[in-house]
């Protein structure tokens, strides 16, 4: 397959895994990820020519870089023993003991592969860590190190990876060259990566004073960043282009502290892009796990001296050995922090296992066995190449599996579960900049504060209020539009909140107002008929939209879920409907007329006809969503205003309107932010997201003025 067309197709299967994973939700979207890149794979045949070069200059130096952006500067600094200790000790323990493990227990693999394939399979996904260990409640102490961890680990695993595998390629290993060339690569890598990146700052500070401070250049200056400083370190220097890119982005990340101040839409247009770049490509590495299985596995499979349910049982050994050396080392550490000071958690099997089991394997180890080459240094074929990919994959998956399936329960709970490939949801993500918050802000669920949805709800809510205020005769029109389109959101928000039993009798209520409303129309469209104040022709068309408003109501009552084919039947007639007035030559504008006048009249006998059925004895007004009551008014009202046929204003006129009731509206939402921050039921964290949502609509409102103003 021509590699755009490639391209093209494995960014539409990233997008796919998304949103199956949010219907899947106990799958990682990783393993949906894999499922579906095996599935091109057998279905198309779709095959990925990997070239070790680019794949790790396009995946691997990005994806570190990001990083390290984000990586935790006040852990780093209250834990950078432990942290730098468990991203290097572990991961040599890990190498060295866990490569003599696999060789003893896999005869089969040589002893240098043995320890390429346990050095690449030592680093963990940092973002799958993070989430996994936050849910399962682990003590600060061991959070901060497996998360820290997790972010420096990538470059040594590589790093030791790369020198295991130079070994069983050229066959030959001399320990004291191995330990000059260690220091050598990481040490130049080390000093390139911090003197590129601190080039890179000294010529964006002074572009920006020359006047250069162009997001969109600032942006794409960033992005190319590391991929500068991987092919500089790798190409120039012969050095370690993982540890350059990851000591350019921490580096980075401490230097850029004060663009959230002088530079606030470059942090947030960079942060934005990195996701999307970041997204892509980790959703891409899985794609090319899955379409690269049949490959490992065939071989494997019709290999004459490996049996296929017994290069399965490798992987479950493979896996088993990391997470025993995993789950002692964090057992000691704890153990050692208890001896040194008993105020500190006592050492527990169960928290270590906890430990070892949110070690994920993600994109770095499956981007880095890719690289693996095909032939060794005399020729011949690199040996059991085929298993290593199948143990490399397997691993890959059952430690997911794993974290997915056994992690809750031993914690006894749902948990999240991201990757770098995640489709984060706001609402509840852990967000990037979290581990800088103050200690007293780390834990946004406090019983006492509401949560983002129902502070959302809060500020919508007074953004209502404020425009309802602000309402008058002459901006009627402008004012319900408004109204209109925050109720939904406010009605989407109540919706997303709530548990099915809560969600059942709030939707019953609202379907029953709803029915009111329509039996209101069609009795005022037929006396309308009967005063022959309109013709049959526009009352039937409209009783026909009133029976079939009816029937989806009455399918998504008894039937919630996709729409039916009788729902799609119904929209195309509407639309062909609509096809036929706009074609009629004759009396199109007259029927036009007839049937606003009628919409007019029919929003207005609704609204009596809910009046009227809340004022019977029978009913109990208290027992209706008040919000349900006051969206469906909104909905009629809005109706009559856009069904009046004298409109006086321009179109200038009114979007000047909704111009200027929208920036009040937004005043009174961040007044509202302030109320809740200052009154203790929210957090900082989210605070800083409201704020961040109404700055991105005010942002928007801003410069679609400046596009009318162009026009």
Same mark, same amino acid.
């Given at each position: 397959m021509p590699i755009i067309e490639l391209v093209i197709l494995l960014a539409?299967?990233?997008l796919l895994s998304n949103v199956l994973s949010h219907y899947l939700v106990a799958i990682p979207v990783s393993l949906i990820q894999v499922g579906l890149g095996l599935g091109v794979a057998l279905l198309l045949n779709v095959q990925v020519k990997l070239q070790t070069d680019w794949f790790m200059l396009v995946f691997i130096a990005p994806m570190l870089y990001n990083?390290?952006?984000?990586?935790?500067?006040? @852990?780093?600094w209250e834990l950078r023993g432990a942290i730098f200790a468990n991203a290097i000790v572990l991961v040599f323990i890990t190498t060295i003991l866990g490569g003599f493990l696999v060789h003893i227990l896999i005869p089969s693999i040589p002893l240098a592969v043995s320890i390429a394939l346990a050095a690449i399979l030592s680093p963990t996904d940092p973002v799958a860590v993070q989430s996994i260990s936050e849910g399962v409640k682990l003590p600060k102490e061991i959070l901060h190190l497996v998360s820290g961890e997790s972010l420096i680990n990538d470059a040594s695993g590589l790093i030791g990876f790369k020198y295991a595998l130079a070994a069983a390629v050229t066959g030959s290993f001399v320990l004291g060259k191995a330990v000059g060339d260690f220091f050598y690569i990481s040490l130049v890598g080390l000093a390139v990566g911090l003197a590129l990146i601190t080039v890179i700052q000294l010529i964006r500070d002074i572009l920006r004073r020359e006047g250069i401070n162009d997001t969109v250049f600032n942006v794409v200056l960033q992005i190319m960043t590391p991929f500068a400083i991987y092919f500089i370190a790798e190409e120039w220097f012969h050095a370690s282009g993982v540890v350059a890119v990851v000591a350019a982005g921490v580096l980075a990340h401490v230097q850029n502290s004060h663009e959230a101040e002088d530079a606030p839409e470059l942090r947030l247009v960079t942060e934005k892009v990195w996701n999307v770049i970041v997204y892509l490509l980790n959703g891409i590495v899985f794609l090319i796990l899955g379409i690269e299985l049949p490959v490992a596995t065939q071989a494997t499979i019709q290999g004459s001296h490996t049996n296929t349910f017994h290069a399965i049982f490798d992987v479950l050994i493979v896996w088993g050995i990391l997470l025993l050396i995993r789950v !002692?080392?964090?057992y000691v550490y704890m153990l050692f922090n208890w001896l040194r000071n008993h105020d500190k958690s006592k050492p527990s099997l169960r928290i270590a296992t906890l430990s070892g089991l949110s070690g994920v394997r993600g994109a770095i180890t499956m981007a880095g066995v890719f690289t693996i080459p095909t032939? #060794? +240094?005399?020729?011949?074929a690199f040996p059991e190449r085929a298993l290593v990919l199948f143990i490399a994959a397997g691993v890959i998956i059952v430690s997911l599996v794993a974290a997915a399936g056994i992690l809750p329960l031993m914690a006894a709970k749902s948990l999240p579960f991201m990757t770098r490939g995640s489709s984060l949801d706001d609402d509840d993500a852990v967000m990037a900049a979290g581990p800088d918050l103050p200690e007293d802000e780390e834990d946004g669920d406090q019983? @006492?504060?509401i949560t983002y949805k129902q502070a959302r709800i809060y500020v919508l809510q007074l953004a209502v209020r404020n425009i309802e205020e602000h309402r008058r005769p002459e901006n009627q029109r402008a004012a319900y539009d408004l109204i209109l389109d925050q109720q939904f959101q406010i009605r989407r928000l109540e919706v997303a909140s709530q548990t099915a039993d809560e969600l059942a009798p709030m939707l019953t209520d609202e379907a029953q107002l709803r029915l009111v409303a329509l039996a209101g129309e069609r009795q005022a469209v037929k006396e309308m008929v009967a005063n022959k104040e309109t013709s049959k022709l526009a009352a039937q068309a409209y009783l026909r939209r009133v029976d079939h408003r009816e029937q989806r109501l009455a399918q998504a009552t008894h039937k919630p879920g996709l729409p039916t084919l009788r729902s799609l039947r119904i929209l195309i007639s509407r639309g062909m409907?609509?096809?036929?007035?706009w074609l009629a030559p004759a009396d199109s504008d007259k029927l036009r007329a007839e049937q606003l @006048? #009628?919409?007019r009249? +029919?929003?207005? +006998? !609704? #609204?009596? !006809?809910l009046s009227q059925y809340l004022k019977r004895a029978n009913v109990d007004e208290q027992q209706f969503d008040r919000q349900a009551l006051y969206h469906l008014i909104v909905h009629y009202r809005n109706r009559i205003e856009n069904a009046k046929t004298n409109h006086s204003l321009s179109r200038a006129d009114y979007e000047r309107q909704i111009h200027t009731l929208r920036i009040k509206s937004l005043g009174a939402e961040r007044a509202g932010v302030q109320h809740l921050l200052e009154s203790g039921q929210i957090s900082l964290r989210t605070a800083a997201k409201l704020r961040q949502f109404i700055n991105y609509s005010e942002n928007l409102l801003m410069l679609n003025d400046v596009e009318a103003d162009d026009d």
């Open positions: 539409c299967l990233v990083d390290g952006r984000q990586f935790p500067k006040q @852990e780093l !002692a080392w964090t032939v #060794i +240094a005399n020729g011949d019983p @006492e504060q409907q609509g096809l036929r007035l @006048e #009628i919409q009249v +029919a929003s207005k +006998a !609704a #609204i009596k !006809a």
